[in-house]
């Protein structure tokens, strides 16, 4: 599965932004997928995650009420919807094809990558 993000940008406090991720290959649709976060100087974290048929759904805390994933599988794309964005939101995102078919939260069930898109909140 090759995976690439797109729909970062600058935004201020209280706005909303759309993350997409676009897939190739057939494993695109029976996979579980997922966002994850790295901001500068700490560890990558779980935002939220996806089973492949899209009737399960997994968020952080932090993103709970404010962000929502979901995926179109006759497109080969998933997205994160985010509202109310926070300062501490800001970090490059990544989408990534899980192993596994449910919407699991562990960085190590994943084997595929995309590439980073940067969203930035400024306060």
């Known amino acids: 599965v090759q995976l690439q993000a797109s729909g970062g940008g600058l935004v201020q406090a209280g706005a909303s932004l759309r993350l997409s991720c676009a897939g190739s290959?057939?494993?695109?649709?029976?996979?579980?997928m997922g966002w994850f976060r790295q901001a500068p100087g700490k560890e990558r974290e779980f935002v939220a995650a996806?089973?492949?048929?899209?009737?399960?759904?997994n968020y952080a805390d932090s993103v709970k009420e404010r962000f929502t994933i979901s995926r179109d599988n006759a497109k080969n794309t998933m997205y994160l919807q985010m509202s109310g964005l926070k300062p501490e939101d800001t970090a490059v995102y990544s989408c990534?094809?899980?192993?596994?078919?449910?919407?699991?939260?562990?960085?190590?069930?994943?084997?595929?990558w995309g590439q980073g898109t940067q969203v930035t909140v400024s306060s």
């Open positions: 996806i089973s492949y048929s899209g009737s399960t759904t």
């Open positions: 990534a094809a899980s192993t596994f078919q449910s919407a699991v939260a562990l960085s190590a069930r994943y084997a595929y």
């Open positions: 290959g057939r494993s695109f649709r029976s996979s579980g």
